[in-house]
């Protein structure tokens, strides 16, 4: 048989040709054969499926199983001790370690990477070191720094396969985060407040250095209390600091709504300058529009949606997983199988008006936000331009504000503290984006709750119509209205019956507990 160059068999289709053409048992456990396998491929799936290729042949030539792997093995044997032996050479000299016979030695590779950059874990396919997320593109950029004095051909793609190898190197199953260690930059704090100068990867470590005596934060307090009155302060603050910790237990959102101008803008930016990668600005609606956005939250911190669309969203679904999670949930990457993952993610929305959805008008959906409406911009009032900058100056302070937030949450049992302009932003804001409740709170409407008055399903409907008309609301379907009130009756001193009689005295479906009153509506009884 002719010599052959095995360095050329870089492909799968090349390797076979190669195997088929080997036509004694001789050949078939030659040297030449198993350096087609060991010498030119790396990643031990492919030298699986070479040596798979090769040992079929083998069967086909006559050559035992036991042999063919005898002598597989004698070969493997002895290219790891002529490995370790070049390792040895090349540490005596300036070559890298990783580096034989013109080719790169993934493994060694990796452990040479990780004993200079440090190091790493990876989780769910993301890479992590002390500090946080590690980008890929920086790898990336790592990796073709190293190689490009001794790789002068498909640089990017042997950098890009590296990578994969590094992946795999540095895999381990994610660990459970932690909810009573808070990181920070020099080490981490427990809710105690004692701090501790160990640092080890994880997930989340916010930008900001811990200093119990750090002065206080008094621009950043003016700037607060500017932006929100005093009890809504007080729930900011609440709701900042359980943002630090890796737990939904409170299971709330917050919204901030203005009309524009007062400043939430700055507030993005100052929480960008604590939080670090451990924040991701992202939109709500983009939650329930793309399957893949969910994958974003993984091992994040806070979900700041600093310009939320006016529109309305379909459904807040995946909001109210994310709020209240407390199993896995299920996400997705782009080319990447979905798998479960452990969310903790809080998130925050500033915008002019609140938020709302066309179909998911439930009270769970209502009860997970916490809605604080700004403060009017003042009329004469010159904006800062340097206002997030002074800020953060002083950020170690607005950190310890922030833990004081989180220990008063903790001490109230996860309750925040809400005031009553924000209770009343919440039934505003269920009214607005729910007319139902307005035409049910309307005596001028509807009386309910004396279980001796009775209506049928049309005649409710055709009522909730004209009240529609009459203030200039769009009605929401029959079905809707019906599912509602079967659902939240017990809410209102209602509930749902078969036995409603219509003007024919039929039995229809309706519901005890409801009288519509026509007062200038001009509710017109389905006839």
């Not at 950098?159 to 080490?187: M, N, W």
């Amino acid at each position: 048989m002719e010599e052959i160059d095995v360095f050329n068999l870089t492909t799968q289709a090349a390797f076979q040709g190669y195997v088929e053409s080997l036509e004694s048992k001789e050949d078939a456990l030659s040297e030449t054969a198993f350096a087609a396998v060991y010498l030119v491929e790396d990643d031990p799936f492919r030298q699986q499926q070479r040596t798979e290729a090769l040992r079929e042949h083998a069967k086909e030539l006559g050559i035992p199983a036991k042999t063919f792997e005898e002598h597989r093995k004698a070969f493997h044997r002895g290219l790891e001790q002529f490995r370790r032996k070049s390792k040895q050479e090349r540490e005596a000299t300036d070559a890298p370690v990783w580096l034989f016979q013109g080719r790169v030695i993934e493994a060694d590779f990796c452990d040479a990477f990780r004993q200079k950059y440090g190091d790493m874990a990876c989780w769910g396919g993301v890479f992590y070191d002390e500090n946080g997320v590690v980008e890929r593109d920086k790898l990336l950029k790592r990796i073709t720094e190293e190689l490009s004095p001794y790789v002068t051909t498909r640089l990017a793609q042997k950098a890009k396969d590296l990578l994969s190898a590094l992946r795999s190197f540095c895999y381990q199953e994610t660990p459970r985060a932690d909810p009573t260690r808070i990181h920070v930059k020099g080490g981490y704090i427990t809710l105690d407040g004692v701090f501790h100068a160990d640092r080890y990867i994880t997930q989340n470590r916010l930008n900001v250095e811990y200093d119990s005596e750090a002065n206080h934060p008094a621009v950043f307090l003016d700037y607060v209390h500017d932006l929100l009155e005093p009890e809504d302060v007080m729930t900011l603050q609440e709701f900042l600091g359980y943002c630090c910790i890796p737990t939904t237990k409170a299971e709330k959102m917050l919204f901030l709504i203005g009309s524009g101008g007062e400043g939430k803008s700055v507030l993005g930016a100052v929480l960008s300058g604590i939080f670090g990668q451990s924040m991701v600005a992202g939109s709500l609606h983009d939650l329930e529009k793309s399957r893949f956005a969910l994958a974003n939250l993984e091992g994040k911190l806070l979900l700041l949606d600093d310009d939320m669309e006016v529109s309305s969203c379909g459904e807040s679904t995946v909001q109210k997983r994310v709020v209240t999670a407390k199993a896995p949930l299920s996400i997705e990457r782009k080319g990447e199988q979905a798998r479960q993952a452990e969310i903790y993610c809080r998130l925050m929305a500033f915008g002019n008006v609140a938020f709302s959805t066309l179909y998911d008008h439930s009270e769970g959906a209502f009860r997970r936000r916490i809605i604080l409406t700004t403060k009017p911009k003042p009329q004469h009032r010159k904006d800062d331009r340097e206002l997030s900058q002074k800020i953060l100056a002083e950020k170690s302070g607005v950190f310890n504000w922030m833990m004081e937030g989180l220990k008063r949450l903790i001490g109230n049992g996860w309750e925040f503290t809400t005031s009553e302009q924000a209770k009343r932003n919440l039934e505003e804001s269920k009214r607005e984006s729910f007319n139902l409740l307005a035409f049910l709170a309307d005596e001028n409407a509807v009386r309910l709750g004396n279980l001796s008055d009775t209506i049928t399903s049309n005649d409710l409907y055709s009522a909730y119509e004209a009240w529609c008309r009459a203030n200039g609301e769009t009605p929401l379907r029959q079905k809707t209205v019906t599912s509602y009130l079967k659902t939240e009756g017990k809410r209102y001193g209602i509930r749902y019956t078969g036995n409603a009689k219509d003007e024919k005295k039929r039995r229809v479906r309706g519901f005890e507990g409801m009288k519509i009153i026509d007062r200038g509506y001009n509710y017109q009884p389905h006839i």
